[in-house]
T-cell receptor, first 114, second 109 residues
Framework: KAGVTQTPRYLIKTRGQQVTLSCSPISGHRSVSWYQQTPGQGLQFLFEYFSETQRNKGNFPGRFSGRQFSNSRSEMNVSTLELGDSALYLCASSLGFTGGEKLFFGSGTQLSVL | QKEVEQNSGPLSVPEGAIASLNCTYSDRVSQSFFWYRQYSGKSPELIMS????GDKEDGRFTAQLNKASQYVSLLIRDSQPSDSATYLC?????????FGTGTSLTVIP
């Protein structure tokens, strides 16, 4: 069974640009969550999608947005990039029916903003 | 603000010893508890889940949960150098995951 797939693996952008990250969950999983990980802050929750609807949202500015498609694949978009957005962005999938099931993480996208 | 607290370490243990990792959480209605292992440059990997008070054993790993004390721990028996990683505690409350910042473990050969 294929795991969670994230693309691209690495990204280098400059301030002011926008970026789109992609995540394909484990087959059968309907929930996709996004996290930002930095050395000092640990894993910070961005948002969760279930059946194409945003079910939970963390405390990030509106520059961070996401969506989920009917096949459960999800994208995350960051507009007007700032230096502080440099981080590892992790996607995690779960079955999603109860909201507290096991999360399985993808390999992440390492974003560097110059 | 729901909080999950872990000692950041680093925690160093000799090979073959027991490594004890601790986590406290603030939300009394937390429902599910998980331990993830993260190697440097890699993504978190689920190693244990625990839902009720007591101990849960899986191979060399034992998770312990005490809801009254809002405390969850992970014991690694017969620690191996390959166990050297950062261990993340995760707590679910209100159907949302809350992660600690992790404890860095080094197993010395």
């Amino acid at each position: 069974k294929a795991g969670v797939t994230q693309t691209p693996r690495y990204l280098i952008k400059t301030r002011g640009q926008q970026v789109t990250l992609s995540c394909s969950p484990i087959s059968g999983h309907r929930s996709v969550s996004w996290y930002q990980q930095t050395p000092g802050q640990g894993l910070q929750f961005l948002f969760e999608y279930f059946s194409e609807t945003q079910r939970n949202k963390g405390n990030f500015p509106g520059r961070f947005s996401g969506r989920q498609f009917s096949n459960s694949r999800s994208e995350m978009n960051v507009s007007t990039l700032e230096l502080g957005d440099s981080a590892l962005y992790l996607c995690a999938s779960s079955l999603g029916f109860t909201g507290g099931e096991k999360l399985f993480f993808g390999s992440g996208t390492q974003l560097s903003v110059l | 603000q729901k909080e999950v607290e872990q000692n950041s370490g680093p925690l160093s243990v000799p090979e073959g010893a027991i490594a004890s990792l601790n986590c406290t959480y603030s939300d009394r209605v937390s429902q599910s508890f998980f331990w993830y292992r993260q190697y440097s440059g890699k993504s978190p990997e689920l190693i244990m889940s625990i839902y009720s008070n007591g101990d849960k054993e899986d191979g060399r790993f034992t998770a312990q949960l005490n809801k009254a004390s809002q405390y969850v721990s992970l014991l690694i028996r017969d620690s191996q150098p390959s166990d050297s990683a950062t261990y993340l505690c995760a707590v679910v409350a209100g159907n949302q995951f809350y992660f600690g910042t992790g404890t860095s473990l080094t197993v010395i050969p």
